[in-house]
C-alpha cells in the first residue's frame, strides 16, 4: 500500500510540473489571412462560401445563415476587398479565437473601416468562421502591414473554468442578468477593445466610454454563445436596441469574453446597427 501510495504521488507530481501546451495566436492569424488572399484570387463572395462554418453567421443587414446568405448572393467578380489582421485571440484549448482588424476596397490597401471575425476549428482541423462583421468605419484605424511578422494579440488564459458547457451557463448567466450596457460594463477588462462605428477605436482606458455610446441603457438580448473546450474564451451574439435622437434604433451587439483570476471578463465588444427602415410611400 505504501509503495503504491508513493508511486501515485510521484505520478501526480510528474504530471503537476509537465509543462502547458504553448497556444498562440498563429492558427488565426494564418487562416485570416489566407481567407483574405483567397478573396484576392476568386472574389470575395466564393472566398466567404469557402470559409464561413455550417453555422456561420452575418448581419446581411438581419441576423441571418451565412451560408445561406452567401448562396443567395450573386457572385459579383469583386476582388477589391482587402482585409488584414491588427490584432487576435485564441483559447487555451486551441479551438475557438478571433481577428480585428482594418479593410480596404482599393490596391493601396487603404484602410476604411474595421473587420471582426469569430474563428472555430473544425473536427477535420481545418478552421472556419461561425461570424464576420466588424462595426464598419472607425475614425483612427490600426496601422499595421497586411504581412506584419508581429500580430498584436490577447494573453491566453492562465486556466478556464473546465468545460464549454460551463463556460457557456456562466457567460450566459451574466449577459442575461445584465441586459443593458450600464449593467454589463463593469465586466469590462482592464484591456479591453470596444469598438462603435464612427467613433475613435476604445483600448483599455477608452474602452468604457464608447461601450457607453450611443448611451448606457442601450438594452440587450441574447442569441448565441459559443464557448472553448477548455472554458476559459466565449463569444456572444444577441440583438440591441437604443434611442438615439429621439428615434428608436435597432442591431446587434458581439463580444468576446475571457476567464481570468477575477472571473469572466470582456475582451472584446461591438455593436452593429441596422439601418432604419425606409419611410412608407407616400399615397
Given at each position: 500500500?505504501?509503495?503504491?501510495?508513493?508511486?501515485?504521488?510521484?505520478?501526480?507530481a510528474?504530471?503537476?510540473?509537465?509543462?502547458?501546451?504553448?497556444?498562440?495566436?498563429?492558427?488565426?492569424?494564418?487562416?485570416?489571412?489566407?481567407?483574405?488572399?483567397?478573396?484576392?484570387?476568386?472574389?470575395?463572395?466564393?472566398?466567404?462560401?469557402?470559409?464561413?462554418?455550417?453555422?456561420?453567421?452575418?448581419?446581411?443587414?438581419?441576423?441571418?445563415?451565412?451560408?445561406?446568405?452567401?448562396?443567395?448572393?450573386?457572385?459579383?467578380?469583386?476582388?477589391?476587398?482587402?482585409?488584414?489582421?491588427?490584432?487576435?485571440?485564441?483559447?487555451?484549448?486551441?479551438?475557438?479565437?478571433?481577428?480585428?482588424?482594418?479593410?480596404?476596397?482599393?490596391?493601396?490597401?487603404?484602410?476604411?473601416?474595421?473587420?471582426?471575425?469569430?474563428?472555430?476549428?473544425?473536427a477535420d482541423?481545418?478552421?472556419?468562421?461561425?461570424?464576420?462583421?466588424?462595426?464598419?468605419?472607425?475614425?483612427?484605424?490600426?496601422?499595421?502591414?497586411?504581412?506584419?511578422?508581429?500580430?498584436?494579440?490577447?494573453?491566453?488564459?492562465?486556466?478556464?473554468?473546465?468545460?464549454?458547457?460551463?463556460?457557456?451557463g456562466?457567460?450566459?448567466?451574466?449577459?442575461?442578468?445584465?441586459?443593458?450596457?450600464?449593467?454589463?460594463?463593469?465586466?469590462?477588462?482592464?484591456?479591453?477593445?470596444?469598438?462603435?462605428?464612427?467613433?475613435?477605436?476604445?483600448?483599455?482606458?477608452?474602452?468604457?466610454?464608447?461601450?457607453?455610446?450611443?448611451?448606457?441603457?442601450?438594452?440587450?438580448?441574447?442569441?448565441?454563445?459559443?464557448?472553448?473546450?477548455?472554458?476559459?474564451?466565449?463569444?456572444?451574439?444577441?440583438?440591441?436596441?437604443?434611442?438615439?435622437?429621439?428615434?428608436?434604433?435597432?442591431?446587434?451587439?458581439m463580444?468576446?469574453?475571457?476567464?481570468?483570476?477575477?472571473?469572466?471578463?470582456?475582451?472584446?465588444?461591438?455593436?452593429?446597427?441596422?439601418?432604419?427602415?425606409?419611410?412608407?410611400?407616400?399615397?
Open positions: 500500500m505504501r509503495i503504491f501510495l508513493m508511486l501515485s504521488l510521484l505520478a501526480l510528474g504530471c503537476a510540473s509537465a509543462p502547458a501546451p504553448t497556444v498562440t495566436t498563429a492558427p488565426v492569424i494564418a487562416a485570416e489571412r489566407a481567407f483574405a488572399s483567397r478573396a484576392g484570387e476568386v472574389g470575395w463572395i466564393p472566398a466567404f462560401r469557402e470559409y464561413t462554418a455550417p453555422d456561420g453567421q452575418i448581419a446581411a443587414p438581419v441576423l441571418a445563415s451565412a451560408p445561406q446568405s452567401l448562396a443567395e448572393t450573386p457572385d459579383d467578380g469583386a476582388r477589391n476587398l482587402f482585409w488584414w489582421p491588427a490584432y487576435a485571440g485564441i483559447s487555451r484549448s486551441g479551438d475557438l479565437g478571433f481577428t480585428t482588424g482594418p479593410f480596404s476596397v482599393d490596391e493601396a490597401r487603404t484602410p476604411r473601416g474595421q473587420y471582426f471575425t469569430v474563428w472555430r476549428r473544425q482541423g481545418s478552421w472556419k468562421w461561425i461570424w464576420d462583421g466588424g462595426p464598419g468605419p472607425v475614425s483612427d484605424p490600426p496601422n499595421i502591414a497586411p504581412d506584419a511578422a508581429d500580430v498584436p494579440s490577447l494573453p491566453v488564459a492562465s486556466r478556464g473554468v473546465g468545460s464549454a458547457a460551463d463556460a457557456a456562466q457567460v450566459q448567466a451574466i449577459e442575461n442578468a445584465a441586459g443593458s450596457a450600464g449593467a454589463i460594463a463593469p465586466y469590462l477588462a482592464s484591456d479591453a477593445h470596444v469598438y462603435r462605428g464612427g467613433r475613435p477605436r476604445g483600448i483599455g482606458p477608452t474602452a468604457a466610454e464608447n461601450m457607453a455610446y450611443p448611451n448606457s441603457e442601450v438594452r440587450y438580448r441574447l442569441l448565441r454563445t459559443e464557448a472553448s473546450a477548455a472554458g476559459d474564451l466565449a463569444f456572444t451574439l444577441g440583438e440591441a436596441n437604443w434611442v438615439r435622437e429621439g428615434a428608436a434604433r435597432e442591431g446587434y451587439f463580444r468576446v469574453w475571457q476567464y481570468r483570476p477575477e472571473g469572466w471578463r470582456i475582451v472584446y465588444d461591438q455593436l452593429i446597427g441596422r439601418p432604419p427602415a425606409p419611410p412608407p410611400p407616400a399615397n
